[in-house]
């Protein structure tokens, strides 16, 4: 395996890594360039062993009779290869999906299930240099997608419009959870971002010049470790029809529910629904009062 920078005169082109589809497109493209390589390697094995490659498996970095120990490794398989010479790749039928050309605007309904010009060249580089290259091909299926949902608890003071987040409640159907702390960790990230989107990050521009005037993180005021509230990530999973063993993917899904579920929150502590974000003290005092609902006492959860 060979990690470069991206570079778009040497490396495979993709499709954007947007809209949470890293994962579940990239995922499955390599997936099936490794079932790529391993129909070469059982064929190879097949010559190599004397034997059928239905009588043959791939493990551990060998390929070896079933049920039997031992067999060939890979490097030595890969040293026996000789260059392909057809470069279509390896895909399955739940892999073929509309696809959308850019340059013409139109949709194909079914799409020819080749590699890309830049993917060919790469391929032909590296079989230059000898062994074995896989190659998969996945076009994006628009049904699949990943859902969320979350909950927040607030605490509201009714005296001063204050709001603290005490807990949020996050939870994803990923469709096949590949990598448990990675996605975790992007529940976490996603769901902080969308704190800040509702509670302290706003955009304020001169109403003269229109210039913003907290264009510093410092006066734009992201969410710091002290405004962290208890975090409960919760991952479901329904794994789709598509995507590398059913990966739907995650992505930007967590910094989507914050915000509504602390106005929710709040509406629910308050009975005053506030209409703009961020949640900022002086906007939710400014709404308690118009609701006549500011008192002095105890706060309300």
């Given at each position: 395996?060979?990690?470069?920078?991206?570079?778009?005169?040497?490396?495979?082109?993709?499709?954007?890594?947007?809209?949470?589809?890293?994962?579940?497109?990239?995922?499955?493209?390599?997936?099936?360039?490794?079932?790529?390589?391993?129909?070469?390697?059982?064929?190879?094995?097949?010559?190599?062993?004397?034997?059928?490659?239905?009588?043959?498996?791939?493990?551990?970095?060998?390929?070896?009779?079933?049920?039997?120990?031992?067999?060939?490794?890979?490097?030595?398989?890969?040293?026996?290869?000789?260059?392909?010479?057809?470069?279509?790749?390896?895909?399955?039928?739940?892999?073929?999906?509309?696809?959308?050309?850019?340059?013409?605007?139109?949709?194909?309904?079914?799409?020819?299930?080749?590699?890309?010009?830049?993917?060919?060249?790469?391929?032909?580089?590296?079989?230059?240099?000898?062994?074995?290259?896989?190659?998969?091909?996945?076009?994006?299926?628009?049904?699949?997608?990943?859902?969320?949902?979350?909950?927040?608890?607030?605490?509201?003071?009714?005296?001063?419009?204050?709001?603290?987040?005490?807990?949020?409640?996050?939870?994803?159907?990923?469709?096949?959870?590949?990598?448990?702390?990675?996605?975790?960790?992007?529940?976490?990230?996603?769901?902080?971002?969308?704190?800040?989107?509702?509670?302290?990050?706003?955009?304020?521009?001169?109403?003269?010049?229109?210039?913003?005037?907290?264009?510093?993180?410092?006066?734009?005021?992201?969410?710091?470790?002290?405004?962290?509230?208890?975090?409960?990530?919760?991952?479901?999973?329904?794994?789709?029809?598509?995507?590398?063993?059913?990966?739907?993917?995650?992505?930007?899904?967590?910094?989507?529910?914050?915000a509504p579920a602390i106005g929710n929150?709040?509406?629910?502590?308050?009975?005053?629904?506030?209409?703009?974000?961020?949640?900022?003290?002086?906007?939710?005092?400014?709404?308690?009062?118009?609701?006549?609902?500011?008192v002095t006492g105890e706060k309300l959860?």
């Amino acid at each position: 395996m060979r990690v470069t920078w991206a570079d778009t005169d040497r490396d495979a082109w993709t499709f954007v890594t947007d809209a949470s589809r890293s994962c579940h497109c990239d995922g499955k493209a390599a997936y099936n360039a490794a079932k790529d390589c391993v129909r070469q390697l059982l064929a190879l094995g097949a010559k190599h062993l004397a034997a059928t490659e239905a009588d043959l498996e791939v493990r551990a970095g060998m390929v070896g009779r079933r049920g039997e120990s031992g067999g060939v490794d890979f490097r030595t398989l890969a040293r026996l290869a000789e260059p392909r010479t057809e470069l279509r790749p390896y895909w399955e039928p739940a892999d073929q999906n509309p696809y959308l050309d850019q340059a013409t605007g139109k949709t194909d309904p079914k799409p020819e299930m080749v590699v890309t010009a830049s993917t060919e060249a790469l391929a032909k580089r590296l079989l230059a240099e000898g062994g074995i290259v896989g190659l998969g091909r996945y076009v994006f299926d628009l049904t699949t997608n990943a859902w969320g949902s979350c909950f927040a608890e607030v605490e509201v003071d009714m005296r001063t419009g204050q709001v603290d987040v005490l807990r949020l409640v996050v939870a994803h159907e990923v469709g096949r959870v590949l990598y448990p702390a990675g996605a975790e960790g992007q529940i976490h990230g996603g769901a902080v971002q969308g704190l800040g989107y509702a509670m302290t990050e706003d955009l304020v521009l001169d109403r003269q010049s229109r210039i913003p005037v907290n264009a510093s993180y410092h006066e734009y005021r992201p969410p710091t470790s002290l405004d962290y509230p208890e975090m409960v990530p919760i991952l479901i999973e329904a794994p789709g029809k598509s995507g590398p063993f059913g990966a739907k993917g995650l992505g930007e899904s967590p910094i989507m529910g914050p915000a509504p579920a602390i106005g929710n929150a709040i509406f629910n502590a308050t009975g005053v629904l506030i209409p703009e974000l961020p949640y900022s003290w002086d906007r939710v005092h400014d709404a308690l009062k118009a609701a006549g609902k500011l008192v002095t006492g105890e706060k309300l959860t």
